[in-house]
C-alpha cells in the first residue's frame, strides 16, 4: 500500500513492516503507540525504522495512519497499572507503619 510519510511516498505492506520490526527491542512508551505482534512500540520508533528517517522529520499522526491502514493496532497512550492493586512497596510501607499512599 502507498503511504506518505513526510512528504515521501512509501510502498508497505504489513509482512514488510512486521520484517522490519523483527529484532528490534522496544524502547518505553510514553505516548501513541503500536502493536506489532506481541509488542508496543512508540510510534515514532516505528516510524524511524520504516521510512529510515530522523523522527523529527515526521509526525505520529502520518505513521498512526499508515499502520491503521495496515491493520494494526494503534493505541493513543500507554496502558497504565490500577492503583488500587497493592505494589510490593505499599505492602512494606504499611507493614512498617506507613501509609499506604
Do not use: N, W
Not at 512497596?89 to 507493614?95: A, E, G, W
Amino acid at each position: 500500500m502507498r503511504c506518505v510519510i513526510a512528504r515521501y511516498p512509501f510502498d508497505l505492506t504489513k509482512s514488510g513492516v512486521v520484517a522490519s520490526m523483527k529484532g528490534v527491542t522496544p524502547e518505553i512508551v510514553t505516548g501513541e503507540s503500536v502493536a506489532i505482534g506481541r509488542r508496543r512500540y512508540p510510534v515514532k520508533q516505528v516510524g524511524e525504522v520504516i521510512t529510515r528517517q530522523d523522527r523529527r522529520d515526521f509526525t505520529s499522526g502520518e505513521v498512526v495512519r499508515a499502520m491503521t491502514r495496515l491493520g494494526f493496532t494503534c493505541h493513543e497512550r500507554p496502558e497504565t497499572a490500577p492503583t488500587g492493586i497493592p505494589t510490593p512497596l505499599r505492602t512494606v510501607s504499611v507493614l512498617l507503619g506507613g501509609t499506604a499512599c
